[in-house]
């Protein structure tokens, strides 16, 4: 059932390049410049006409809404904010039926997701579903919605489910901003085929597992790590701190690159390891004096960059290179190194990688 994969977790990981084709495929018409997503299409005014959008979801697939807030703004110019859903049943939120809320979900179980969106349906708004499994309780509780496809994920730490959200999270992205003329055919055509080459260079990146692996060895004894990104990529930081946590019981944090001086700063000296996404595109200059301030304070560098880089090459304790691509599409690829080195430092720690204590896959209760 693992095909030769020592864990569950390990064989998602692995599976990441074919999930995200099949979310993708039948949907995203890349040389015709088409996106085919009948829950938009069939309710594209409710999108076109929309104040705002709400997303709603909780642990990982909120972050995969953090990356959509990014990807719906940037793209198609829609407000969005992005709510904790147990946060935001309980605190009277304003909704009207202006509003359209996306509620993200991989088992389409969690509690907090389906009050929240009943609580968005009785105040009128239209409510949309991303979930992965079929025919799930929210899936059934949405107006519409589409499936992320990604095929049955079982370790408990979530990892092709993220990727498989964020991107029918991009082909909305899009799907919005071409309805809206936010973005010219060509300019469609030429990211979604960017987009197609992500599968294959997700895959070359799987090959330097070894590399992490070895990452993973210096640093599986830290009690606290830090994750860092910006702007696309800050909700990867976040994301890969509570992989981390979750499966190897390492305390570690997310905070946008920027914030580090705002407090967590205070923590860093020789013990702390502090993972950086610093990709070519994206306020690189800034991440970079971010890790140089991080220097001068005796803190471990472990950069990732895009293929090619040099200057933080020669500052930082370690780099994992990404292939390069396209600004909005990098968290697809800076994902992979986090969910590796958590499942590498996790084995090598012996920890239950794909049952972590205290965890259940699905969470049915409040
Ligand atoms: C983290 C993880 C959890 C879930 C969260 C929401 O690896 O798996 O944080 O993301 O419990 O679950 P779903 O997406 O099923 O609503």
């Known amino acids: 059932e693992k095909s030769g994969y020592d864990h569950f977790m390990l064989k998602e990981i692995h599976e990441q390049p074919k999930a ?16 085919r997503l009948s829950g938009i299409d069939d309710n594209i005014n409710r999108f076109l006409n929309a104040e705002r959008i709400i997303i709603v979801a909780c642990g990982t697939s ?11 703004e940037d793209k198609a110019r829609i407000p969005v ?36 969106i009943k609580l968005a349906k009785a105040k009128g708004a239209f409510v949309f579903g991303i979930c992965n499994v079929v025919g799930s309780s929210i899936a059934r ?18 990892t092709k489910a993220f990727t498989t959200q964020i991107t029918l999270l991009t082909l909305i992205a899009l799907k919005l901003a ?35 692996k070895e990452i993973a060895a210096v640093y599986k004894n830290a009690t606290n790590c830090l994750y860092l990104g910006r702007g696309f990529n800050f909700p990867v930081a976040l994301e890969g701190a509570l992989k981390l ?23 860093i000296d020789e013990n702390m390891p502090i993972f950086v996404i610093a990709t070519s595109k994206g306020h690189y200059e800034k991440v970079v ?7 001068s304070r005796a803190g471990k560098i472990i950069a990732i960059v895009t293929e090619g880089d040099t200057q933080v090459r020669e500052i930082a304790d370690h780099v994992i290179e990404i ?19 958590s499942y590498h430092i996790a084995v090598m720690l012996n920890k239950n990688v794909d049952q972590p204590r205290n965890l259940a896959k699905s969470v049915t209760v409040e």
């Open 81 to 116: 904010e992005v709510e904790y859903a147990s946060e935001f049943r309980y605190r009277n939120p304003i909704i009207t039926s202006k509003d359209v809320v996306i509620a993200i979900s991989q088992s389409g179980e969690t509690a907090d997701t389906l009050a929240a």
């Open 245 to 267: 946590k979750e499966i190897s019981y390492i305390h570690a944090e997310g905070y946008p690159a920027a914030e580090m001086k705002h407090g967590p700063i205070a923590l």
């Open 178 to 212: 071409s309805k809206k003329g936010e973005i010219s055919k060509p300019q469609l055509r030429e990211f979604m085929q960017e987009m197609q080459l992500i599968p294959k260079k997700i895959e070359a990146l799987l090959k330097i597992e070894d590399k992490v």
């Open 141 to 158: 509780e949405t107006h519409a919605g589409a499936y992320t496809h990604a095929g049955p994920e079982i370790g408990v730490a979530s």
């Open 323 to 341: 292939p390069e691509t396209a600004e909005a599409l990098t968290p697809l690829l800076t994902t992979i190194p986090f969910q590796l080195l």
């Open 289 to 295: 004096s971010n890790i140089q301030e991080i220097k």
């Open 20 to 35: 995200i084709i099949d979310t993708y495929r039948g949907r995203m018409l890349a040389d015709e410049g088409i996106i």
């Open 62 to 72: 909120w972050h995969a809404g953090l990356v959509g807030e990014y990807l719906i």
